[in-house]
Nanobody, 123 residues
Framework: VQLQASGGGLVQAGGSLRLSCAAS????????MAWFRQGPQKEREFVGG????????IYADSVKGRFTVSRDNAKNMVYLEMNNLQPEDTAVYYC?????????????????WGQGTQVTVSS
């Protein structure tokens, strides 16, 4: 499985960005797709995840109501729509894949990782 994240950039507080993750290989290893982020001198943390059908998604409390995870299996793409961005959202964002049928919120649940894309929110 290979994952390629893109779409990061510099945005002002209150702005929006959409991250994309292109996936290839190992369809069964991508039942669940998720986004994590890692800020400066912080541990990697769960942002949101979505199951294969796209009918179930969970989010970290810090992003609920502002971020939306979606996927297009026909295109092998996963997206993270981020609205009302705040400086504390500044981080490198990673997409991750898991063969599990349930959405997990811990790093160790995910076997495959993209390279990360930087999101910087200015105040």
């Amino acid at each position: 499985v290979q994952l390629q994240a893109s779409g990061g950039g510099l945005v002002q507080a209150g702005g929006s960005l959409r991250l994309s993750c292109a996936a290839s290989g190992g369809t069964s290893s991508r039942n669940v797709m998720a986004w994590f982020r890692q800020g400066p001198q912080k541990e990697r943390e769960f942002v949101g995840g979505i199951n294969w059908s796209g009918l179930s998604a969970i989010y970290a409390d810090s992003v609920k109501g502002r971020f939306t995870v979606s996927r297009d299996n026909a295109k092998n793409m996963v997206y993270l729509e981020m609205n009302n961005l705040q400086p504390e959202d500044t981080a490198v964002y990673y997409c991750a894949a898991s063969s599990s049928v349930t959405i997990g919120a811990t790093v160790r649940r995910y076997s495959y990782w993209g390279q990360g894309t930087q999101v910087t929110v200015s105040s």
